[in-house]
Each structure stands twice: as C-alpha cells, then as structure tokens.
C-alpha cells in the first residue's frame, strides 16, 4: 500500500504507481422547466391565497373611485371620460393558468387558448366593482390588452361579460392586432388624445405611456423616478409577482433560453447579505 505524507497542515496521500485515475465526476443535471416553475409556486399560491394580495386588489379598486370623484369635481371638460385598465391581472386573474403549467411541467403558451376560451378567470377583486362605480358616474372603461384578437377575441369578450364588467364591447376592448408588437404605448396614446383620461390601472410597468418597451432594467428605473410624482393620481398599479416585463428584462428581453440559463441570471441579480 502507498504511504502518506503530511505536509505541515495539508494531508496529501501518495499514489500507487499502478493506481488509475479516478473517473471524472458525472455533470450535475441541467436545471429543468420542472425546476424553473418550481420557482413559480410560492408566488402563485400568494395570488391565489393571501389576503394580503387582495386587500391590495382592493385598495387600487377603491382608490378608483376617489380618483373618478375627485376628477369630476375638479376638471370640467367636453371630452368623455375614460379609464384604461390593462386585461390579465389587472381585470382577470390568470393564476389558474400559472398553476396549470406549473402540475403539468409546461410553460407559455401550452394551454394558453384554451384556457382563455374557457372564459373561467375569475375578476381581479374589487375589479368589477370598482369599474362599475366609475361607469355609474359615466366614466368609460378601455380595456388595452395584449391578447390577441385573432385567437383570443371571443374568450375574452365572454370572460368579462360572465362577471358583469362594463363596457365590454368591441370598441372599448383594444387588442393587439395581427402582427403588432406588444407594445401599449400607441394605442394608449391615441385614447389620451380622443378623450380625458382619469387614471390608468395595471399590473405590469408598460401598461402605462413611459415608453418602456423592451428597455434596460436602467432605462425602467429612471422612467420609475420620472413619474414618481403620478402613482397614486394618474397610475395605478396591482401586484403580480408571477411573471411580467420585469422579469424578460432580466434576460434582455431574449426568448428561448433555457430553464438552467434563466435560473442562472436570476440567481445572479439576487443582492445578498454579507
């Protein structure tokens, strides 16, 4: 049998001269989509089981209609007065479609259609009500969302309507159309010039007209800064800790990457104690 040394403090065992090299240490298993949307579950069982979550829902629906009130006492103006509301998890709640994706190890899009055609997502809470306050006093609602009108058209009218929102109709449900970016900023422009807005309501930062699409993490924050003085007046914002624009500009706003380099960027943006 070798003998061994010790060096000072280091152990360093002596090799036989007929002794083989050890076999190389098998890759670590590349993180999967399986493990990826485990990462999903903690922020999906908050949507669904907080009230945390919906007590904040509600307080952006309430605060709705102290805004409709406040600008009809102070603002005199021909024009009709409209409020420009986003669709998924800002009217509709889609958690159901994030806890299907995660049981069945899948991701955007698998199942996406038929979800929307099923017209099963329930309203965002004070949602209905709040819109529906604002209607009474002959406030609008436009709804700009980034569902698509040639596959999600008819699922989405049905969903709204199953729940009593108003002015769902093909006028004030904006969609994106065949070929479009999903990029807002347009259509929420041309509404701003054709009728006084009251406030805008979302769940992600391009819901809102700062120019935002597809930008750095840098160029978001400053817009944050820029605007700061309108949340609370002019923008409304719900929480949606499940999935977003936040989240593609970690990755640069690239598609395709796999669940182990997505993991890995994450991990990487992480500020940790030290």
Request: with cysteine; glycine share 6%.
């Amino acid at each position: 049998m070798a003998c061994a040394f010790v060096l000072g403090m280091a152990y360093v065992p002596a090799q036989a001269e007929d002794a083989k090299p050890a076999p190389a240490a098998s890759a670590a298993p590349q993180y999967t989509l399986k493990d990826l949307n485990e990462q999903l579950v903690m922020a999906t069982l908050w949507v669904q089981t907080s009230v945390e979550y919906r007590a904040l829902c509600q307080q952006v629906y309430n605060w709705v209609k102290v805004l409709v009130d406040k600008d009809l006492a102070e603002v005199k103006t021909d024009k009709k007065r409209i409020i420009i509301v986003d669709g998924d998890e800002t009217t509709i709640q889609a958690n159901t479609y994030e806890a299907f994706v995660i049981d069945k190890d899948q991701e955007y899009p698998t199942g996406w259609y038929e979800w929307v055609a099923s017209a099963t997502g329930e309203p965002i809470p004070g949602a209905v009500e709040g819109l529906s306050y604002a209607a009474s006093k002959g406030v609008e609602t436009y709804y700009v969302t980034n569902r698509k009108i040639d596959k999600e058209y008819q699922g989405t009218l049905d969903n709204l309507k199953k729940f009593g929102f108003p002015n769902v109709d093909p006028e004030h449900v904006i969609y994106r159309q065949v070929g479009q970016p999903d990029d807002k900023l347009q259509r929420q422009l041309d509404l701003e010039k054709k009728y006084h807005l009251v406030v805008y309501v979302g769940d992600d930062f391009n819901d809102f007209p700062l120019g935002t699409h597809k930008k750095s993490l840098d160029e978001r924050s400053k817009a944050f800064v820029d605007s700061k003085d309108k949340w609370g007046s002019r923008y409304l914002m719900l929480p949606n800790p499940m999935y977003g624009s936040w989240e593609k500009t970690l990755n640069n706003n690239q598609v395709g990457m796999s669940a182990d380099e997505q993991n890995k960027i994450r991990r990487q943006y992480l500020r940790k104690w030290k």
